[in-house]
């Protein structure tokens, strides 16, 4: 079916303003502005004497004031990530974050003072009814508490986010944005030349990625700076906050141990030889080789035909897949179809990748993928979509509640890909083409898994060198190389311009050591599918929804619970990746 048979959609930011220019953001502007100046004269040096039910007032306020400039920073990063080359969108961009960093400075001194209270004093206050509610923002706050430092450097850091970090993001995500890689007589988007390395064609394949190599090379010294410029940027704000290993504020930020991240790391590695070794080593069998091409890593498998998908047959599935799961579920998913919620279409300066934008409560979020019609795209649009529903179900907990850490973030988004994947499956009639399907989900949890953690081993060695000084772009190729072979191992022949493929991740530069994530979420959501189709947990359909209700109230122990499992158990790890070796015995 072709992917040309309706246009695809594109969102529609109206919910938000009607226009850059509008009247409406001048207003929320003004207003945030009072309310910012208000917030200060009422509350700066009085938190101590506040009563449980005045701090709880007082968090009202600032929730709103959140609420309020979340949804301003929402529409202009939507706006951007829309078209990242056009100049007048990213200023912007650029001109909204500088003010809403103006604003929200006056009222940082509020989580700063919160956390200069004893836990004595904390204890009393939170005997008010009123202020409960907030106790898990508190404790979330209170977390970093050891690691705040003084006002002023506070202020500072915060003031100085819009022309330091957030400067090289932009710069980032504007250079990818705009590159243009030949192809033929062609100029191919990002999206649009990675697409070719899932051709079922070998030389379109090779054409492709020897492309890529040659714009990522020559892109690389730039790339290499904003690396490094990062890197010690992020040494320096660690050393100072008193953080003792690089990926230690990353694991604080999602509310994990260090032990829970070290051993689900530790466990995959261990898995190499069983999961992607094993695997990449029959998919060479398969093409009649004893080694595969980096760009045959994600080819499909010999006799696909090169099937398909159309954007309706799409919606289809996916809304389906979530139905027989869960009506709520697919119900809430709808939404986005039926309104302009959606941005699908490849188009030029368009942010590459896939993402849902939680944006804020008063709103609802929005999906942005580049779907081109591969079984892949549509794996990518139910892993949006749950993201997506995950947000509108937590939304009810309120602008500082709603949101999840990391490492649960990707539960809804990979358990909405197994249930989308099991009905694909469960659809195709024929074996050979069955046998494609499952080969594919091997390889997108080999992706979400296996290169993931190959990624945190990738930054936390790069990160641990640019501790020494600044590292030259060959040893990043080299560190890059070394955590890509380990994990892929031999049955992929890693050469050329690969070694510059490093260069257009983009959670090394947003969200260093955020790559984890991923591996926690399919690893978690193997172990809870698993726990589904056993049907030993009752009620689990109410359980899971609960579980994206909760938004960010519970912790990963907690909301793990009524299904029987811990992530701090050793064995919890293995069991995920169990349902991969499974899958891949099953090939075999």
């Not at 590695?269 to 069998?285: E, N, Q």
């Not at 945190?456 to 990160?463: I, W």
């Not at 772009?473 to 994990?487: F, H, P």
Request: glycine share 6%.
């Amino acid at each position: 079916m072709s992917t040309k048979a309706h246009p695809l959609p594109e969102w529609d930011l109206g919910d938000f303003y009607k226009e850059p220019k509008s009247p409406a953001i001048v207003r929320d502007f003004a207003q945030g502005e009072k309310l910012c100046a208000d917030f200060k004269k009422r509350y700066e040096g009085k938190i101590a004497k506040l009563t449980g039910d005045q701090l709880a007032t007082a968090i009202k306020e600032y929730e709103a004031i959140q609420e309020l400039l979340g949804k301003l920073g929402s529409y202009a990063s939507l706006l951007f990530a829309k078209n990242m080359t056009e100049p007048t969108r990213a200023q912007f961009y650029q001109n909204t974050s500088e003010k809403i960093t103006t604003l929200s400075s006056q009222i940082l001194f509020f989580t700063l003072d919160l956390n200069k209270l004893s836990d004595k004093e904390m204890k009393e206050k939170l005997s008010s009814p009123a202020l409960k509610k907030y106790a898990p923002w508190l404790r979330d706050l209170r977390a970093f508490k050891p690691y705040q430092l003084s006002d002023e450097l506070e202020k500072m850091l915060h003031e100085k986010y819009v022309s330091g970090r957030a400067a090289w993001n932009r710069l980032f995500d504007e250079t990818i944005a705009g590159l243009h890689f030949p192809y033929g007589k062609e100029s191919l988007t990002e999206p649009q030349i990675f697409e070719k390395l899932s051709s079922t064609d070998g030389s379109v394949r090779k054409k492709a990625a020897l492309a890529i190599g040659e714009v990522f090379k020559e892109k690389a010294p730039l790339f290499a700076l904003v690396t490094n410029t990062l890197a010690k940027d992020k040494e320096i704000e660690d050393k100072w906050r008193g953080f003792k290993q690089p990926i230690s504020s990353r694991n604080l930020s999602n509310y994990i141990e260090d032990e829970v991240v070290d051993a689900l790391v530790a466990a995959v590695r261990k898995s190499y030889p069983d999961l992607s070794h094993r695997y990449y080593k029959l998919k060479a069998k398969w093409f009649g080789k004893k080694q595969l091409d980096y760009w045959d890593r994600n080819a499909p498998v010999p006799g696909d035909d090169d099937r398909k998908y159309g954007w309706d047959e799409s919606r289809e599935l996916v809304l389906s897949s979530y139905a027989q799961f869960s009506p709520a579920l697919a119900k809430c998913g709808k939404m986005f179809f039926d309104k302009p919620w959606i941005d699908a279409a490849v188009t030029p300066g368009k942010s590459p990748g896939a993402f849902a934008h939680p944006t804020v409560p008063s709103v609802h979020p929005y999906l942005l993928v580049n779907f081109q019609g591969r079984s892949r795209d549509v794996m990518t649009l139910a892993h949006e979509l749950g993201h997506g529903v995950h947000q509108v179900f937590s939304a009810k907990q309120g602008a500082l509640l709603c949101d999840t850490p990391l490492t649960l973030a990707e539960t809804a988004s990979v358990f909405g890909e197994q249930l989308t994947f099991r009905e694909m499956v469960r659809r195709e009639k024929n074996p050979k083409a069955r046998k494609r399907l499952i080969a594919s989900k091997v390889e997108d949890m080999l992706n979400t898994v296996v290169r993931q953690i190959a990624f945190c081993d990738f930054e936390r060695k790069l990160h641990a060198e640019r501790r020494q000084g600044e590292v030259t772009v060959e040893r990043i190729c080299q560190i890059w190389m070394e955590a890509q072979a380990e994990s892929l191992g031999p049955a992929i022949k890693l050469e050329g311009n690969y070694k510059y493929f490093w260069t257009y991740i983009p959670h090394f530069i947003h969200t260093p050591f955020y790559v984890y994530a991923y591996a926690f979420g399919d690893c978690l959501v193997n172990s809870l599918y698993a726990v589904y189709q056993k049907g030993k947990v009752k009620d689990f359909e109410k359980k899971y929804l609960a579980m994206l209700e909760a938004g960010g109230t519970l912790r990963h122990k907690e909301l793990l619970a009524p299904f029987g499992l811990d992530a701090s158990n050793p064995d919890f790890w293995q069991q995920g990746l169990d349902i991969i070796s499974a899958m891949i015995d099953e090939l075999e």
